[in-house]
């Protein structure tokens, strides 16, 4: 089948159009003309791989990366830099107009390096082959280099079939001292790490969470802080754009009080907040000891952290605090969390999201009660359509009517 693409979806995805349907290509961009695969098929819609460019788009530029055509790791290597950061941008844009969200952001921040910018790498181990799913499918794609992650990662992920792993999950995280947390999941019994630890600098190996070498965690360091981090604990995978968020963060904070942070983590906005009083929420143990640890690495005082589930502690939700910091996963916040801070009517809410999707969702539910006061997109993910968003919003003051509104009213009188 043939199709000229004509845009991109929010997923970074080509579509265009056949009898009525919506055709999504990944890897097409717009002003391809191409011979397509179809790989599913819906009432209203089709997914289809590429089988043949037949005329390139005149964004098109050259991939460096060998996989990328089939991995499914990335899918934004085949445009310009310039060209992926306008998609992000439209990508929110776009988003916000069709909520009715009356914000229009003007500009991303940028990350310092294109390619190897990521501490952290998950792959499937399928027939002792390791790599990433092919598009669409479960079919494994082998790798031996990512041009994502850092070098470090990619040195000893050429390593990894000296374990002699047929089947299951390893993950790789790396810190700022090139020391690596070696994750791996699998039924099989593992060959000797010896030789990891002798050429590479090993923070610890988990299998199947068994620490059986160093630590199960490392120390991060961004900016001037230093974090614990577990190997099962969710940490920023981006430390320059992470240092840029930290900053943000600070400065947006410099005027509160009382801190609530929602979805904590092992503390990392908690820390970097300006504040009086924080409470941090986080429903992952290991995170929520992290937390703890590394408010007294930063000397940090009157901050207290609990392990709950958010929707379990919306009453604690007061006006006591004037601030609030939702760092949600990419399901966004729930509802009922959302109507509680409307509720008691919160002065500030920073939320930083890594889904624009289900950001705009919330942001609609709290556009009657909230205006952005800032609204910036941070590039945590090159190369990929994915995008990184701070917005700050203050409660409106529904006291005073605005002058616009009071001529709206005498024209309607009169």
């Not at 850092?150 to 299951?168: C, M, P, S, Y």
């Not at 604690?316 to 109507?339: A, H, Q, Y």
């Not at 289900?358 to 190369?383: A, G, H, Q, S, W």
């Amino acid at each position: 089948m043939k199709l000229e693409i004509i845009k991109f979806d929010n997923l970074g995805r080509g579509i265009a159009y056949v009898d009525d349907k919506i055709v999504f290509v990944p890897k097409a961009i717009p002003g391809d003309i191409v011979t397509v695969v179809r790989k599913r098929e819906k009432k209203n819609f089709l997914e289809c791989e590429i089988k043949e460019i037949i005329k390139p788009s005149k964004l098109r530029k050259e991939v460096i990366c060998p996989y990328f055509s089939l991995c499914g790791g990335c899918d934004l290597m085949q445009i310009s830099t310039s060209e992926k950061l306008e998609f992000k941008l439209n990508l929110v844009n776009e988003l916000l107009h069709k909520n009715k969200i009356d914000f229009v952001v003007k500009d991303i921040i940028k990350n310092n390096k294109e390619y190897n910018y990521r501490n952290k790498i998950t792959l499937k181990i399928v027939d002792g082959l390791i790599g990433y799913y092919e598009n669409l499918s479960h079919k494994l794609v082998p790798i031996d280099y990512c041009y994502l992650v850092t070098d470090e990662i990619n040195n000893v992920l050429k390593e990894i079939k000296r374990l002699n792993i047929q089947n299951g999950e390893v993950t790789i995280r790396c810190n700022y001292k090139n020391e690596l947390l070696i994750i791996i999941n699998t039924l099989d019994k593992i060959a000797s790490y010896d030789y990891l630890i002798d050429n590479f600098l090993i923070a610890g190996i988990i299998v199947n969470d068994e620490c059986l070498y160093g630590d199960d965690y490392f120390i991060e360091k961004i900016n001037d802080y230093v974090f614990k981090v577990s190997y099962n604990s969710f940490f920023q995978v981006n430390p320059f754009i992470c240092g840029k968020l930290f900053n943000y963060i600070s400065n947006y904070t410099s005027d509160s009080k009382n801190v609530l942070d929602l979805y904590c983590g092992v503390g990392t906005l908690s820390i970097v907040a300006n504040h009086d009083y924080l409470l941090g929420v986080e429903i992952v143990d290991n995170a929520i000891k992290d937390a703890n640890l590394n408010k007294n690495f930063n000397l940090k005082k009157n901050i207290d952290f609990i392990c709950s589930d958010t929707k379990n502690v919306i009453d604690k939700i007061t006006s006591k605090f004037d601030t609030i910091i939702l760092d949600p996963p990419r399901s966004g916040v729930d509802e009922k969390v959302l109507n509680k801070i409307k509720e008691v009517n919160i002065k500030k809410i920073i939320y930083v999201s890594c889904n624009p999707l289900t950001l705009v969702r919330d942001l609609t539910l709290l556009k009657n009660n909230y205006r952005i006061e800032d609204f910036m997109l941070l590039d945590m993910f090159p190369n990929t359509h994915h995008v990184e968003s701070l917005v700050v919003l203050n409660i409106m003051n529904k006291g005073k009517i605005k002058k616009e509104q009071i001529i709206d009213i005498v024209n309607k009188t009169i």
